[in-house]
């Protein structure tokens, strides 16, 4: 009975998210979801590290980001654009195994300090290595999604590729979390000595979590450049990065539906508060509190817990 | 006791500072037998173990595990070596359910590559498949099998325990190594421990013991070894143990002698 009560929301949400182009084709909608779509798949990347492993992670911003400029140099220089990807991935696993290698041994502090340095790095070039990544005002134009001619034209086709692309990246993050190396990354974090003492290599655990998030965000970077076609490093900053992980927080740490909840929630709030002025930010930050203090697991906790109220358990 | 020891530990010693919280210690810990080490508070019980399965190294010394040297190695290389523990404090993983829990250890000696997992081929399935039975036998044989899907929490301390050593005995370990199991159990919780210890013994482990409960210890103990203030102070069967004039006195002070 309870698989069949998880199953019928995710179905019912499949069938939501594909019907919304047939209830809205404004553009700026359609715009606004496709950038909660791929926050999404960079939350789902930092679920591996932060929710699952334990390990505070402020990179993962900036990961998005050299997917997104990796992918936008690539093609803007005349790169078929089933290349990116690609490219996307190896840039940020080469970054992610030389930056998570030497802190992985370490505990949670340091990794939260190395990936801060890290995404000032990434910015810091960005923004002065002008000729290659257009500095402060990025690169326009960017070739879009392509397979030998094919592509999508218009901002809903993007819209569905991206629903694809997120479906696939919850699949697999599920996949993950059934496996044996998702139970090592929850034991790593429950306790890393009775992980290690129960033959979880937790340095190797925790890399792999970094490493896979690392990725997700890079392919959610390379399918920003190429269905945004405009990228700026203002998406990529560190307060993109705390932005990241308030999304995962509000959501609910370790949970895939969490993640979804959380980003698309706190990617549409600001635009829907627009109204309020320079007040949405006071109600936005009063949101979040209010999250934090009332559900402390999140948004993604409130589902079990109107269930056991509706089956009198509380 | 003419077996060839499991454990052979050499000269292990371990300083906090200016403490010397082991001196020196040697153990000889035979194939297949139930070995106790008791001691006073702070004796350097949980010290020992923690350095005989590299939670917390030793300074100096060898010890080896069915002769293979393990001084300094990484804990889950320690592990998957045959050497698996419970924990004073218990250490659950929270966020797993017990079937999980069990699972993490049971995945001890079968590294799955990450491209197996992301292809869920063949071989991961058949991993999968076997680490779920292992972990299912082992809550069976400490008697969680009931319990395998839910959430530790939902477990009373007691059977929590219980869970720990359900997930030691996953890892197929030659040697477990029990970490004062008995604290805060009532005396049917305790019998119930004590029957699990002698299942464990009949599939072969080896069992060092740590223990506060020294009575307990007597009757289910083949040896027993004494540490006071990081020296060994006597080993044996429990009842030349229990006669021994410096146990006693480590016990109870030099004074109750004259009593």
């Known amino acids: 009975?309870?698989?069949?009560?998880?199953?019928?929301?995710?179905?019912?949400?499949?069938?939501?998210?594909?019907?919304?182009?047939?209830?809205?084709?404004?553009?700026?909608?359609?715009?606004?979801?496709?950038?909660?779509?791929?926050?999404?798949?960079?939350?789902?990347?930092?679920?591996?590290?932060?929710?699952?492993?334990?390990?505070?992670?402020?990179?993962?911003?900036?990961?998005?980001?050299?997917?997104?400029?990796?992918?936008?140099?690539?093609?803007?220089?005349?790169?078929?654009?089933?290349?990116?990807?690609?490219?996307?991935?190896?840039?940020?696993?080469?970054?992610?195994?030389?930056?998570?290698?030497?802190?992985?041994?370490?505990?949670?502090?340091?990794?939260?300090?190395?990936?801060?340095?890290?995404?000032?790095?990434?910015?810091?070039?960005?923004?002065?290595?002008?000729?290659?990544?257009?500095?402060?005002?990025?690169?326009?134009?960017?070739?879009?999604?392509?397979?030998?001619?094919?592509?999508?034209?218009?901002?809903?086709?993007?819209?569905?590729?991206?629903?694809?692309?997120l479906a696939l990246a919850i699949l697999i993050a599920a996949h993950i979390r059934r496996s044996v190396l998702g139970r090592a990354m929850i034991a790593t974090r429950d306790s890393e000595i009775a992980a290690e003492q129960s033959g979880v290599d937790t340095t190797r655990t925790k890399l792999a979590a970094f490493m896979i998030g690392a990725t997700y965000a890079g392919l959610a970077g390379c399918l920003y450049a190429s269905s945004i076609r405009f990228i700026s490093p203002d998406s990529f900053s560190g307060t993109q990065a705390i932005l990241l992980m308030t999304m995962l927080i509000v959501g609910g740490m370790g949970s895939i539906v969490g993640c979804v909840f959380g980003a698309v929630a706190l990617t549409i709030l600001p635009e829907a508060l627009r109204f309020l002025g320079q007040w949405y930010l006071v109600l936005y930050g009063l949101g979040v509190i209010a999250v934090i203090v009332l559900a402390p697991g999140g948004l993604a906790s409130l589902g079990p817990r109107l269930q056991w109220r509706q089956a009198g358990v509380r | 006791m003419t077996s060839e020891p499991i454990i052979t530990a050499r000269g292990v010693t371990r300083r906090f500072g200016g403490l010397v919280a082991l001196d020196s210690v040697d153990l000889d810990v035979p194939k297949g037998i139930v070995h106790a080490i008791i001691g006073p508070n702070g004796s350097g019980k949980t010290t020992l173990l923690n350095a005989l399965s590299g939670a917390s190294h030793a300074d100096a010394g060898s010890i080896r595990i069915a002769g293979e040297e393990i001084f300094r190695l990484k804990p889950h290389r320690i592990a998957r070596l045959g050497l698996a523990r419970t924990f004073q404090n218990i250490r659950i993983f929270d966020n797993l359910s017990v079937l999980e829990n069990v699972k993490v250890a049971a995945a001890c000696n079968k590294p799955t590559p990450f491209f197996d997992i992301l292809a869920a081929n063949a071989r991961h399935k058949q991993n999968e498949t076997g680490i779920d039975s292992t972990a299912r036998d082992a809550l069976e044989t400490v008697g969680l099998a009931g319990r395998a899907d839910d959430q530790p929490s939902q477990l009373p301390y007691a059977q929590r325990r219980l869970l720990e050593i359900a997930r030691a005995l996953a890892s197929k370990p030659s040697v477990i190594l029990l970490d004062e199991p008995a604290a805060g159990m009532n005396m049917t919780e305790s019998m119930t421990l004590l029957d699990t210890i002698a299942k464990l013994k009949s599939h072969g482990i080896t069992i060092l013991l740590v223990e506060h409960n020294v009575r307990l210890v007597m009757g289910i103990s083949d040896r027993v070894a004494v540490l006071d203030f990081g020296k060994k102070i006597a080993e044996g069967t429990p009842s030349e143990v229990q006669r021994n004039p410096l146990v006693i006195e480590a016990y109870l002070g030099r004074r109750h002698r004259h009593a």
């Open chain 1, 1 to 165: 009975m309870s698989s069949a009560l998880k199953r019928w929301p995710v179905v019912a949400a499949s069938l939501a998210a594909l019907a919304i182009p047939l209830i809205t084709q404004d553009s700026y909608v359609i715009q606004l979801l496709n950038i909660a779509i791929l926050n999404t798949i960079v939350v789902l990347g930092l679920n591996f590290v932060t929710g699952w492993a334990g390990q505070i992670n402020f990179g993962q911003a900036a990961f998005y980001g050299l997917g997104a400029y990796t992918t936008a140099i690539a093609t803007k220089s005349g790169l078929p654009w089933i290349t990116t990807p690609f490219l996307s991935a190896i840039v940020v696993i080469a970054a992610s195994l030389a930056l998570g290698l030497p802190t992985m041994r370490l505990r949670t502090y340091y990794l939260a300090m190395t990936t801060i340095g890290f995404g000032e790095i990434i910015r810091l070039i960005i923004v002065h290595w002008e000729p290659v990544t257009g500095g402060t005002s990025g690169l326009r134009a960017i070739p879009g999604i392509s397979i030998f001619g094919i592509g999508p034209e218009g901002q809903i086709q993007h819209y569905y590729i991206l629903v694809i692309a």
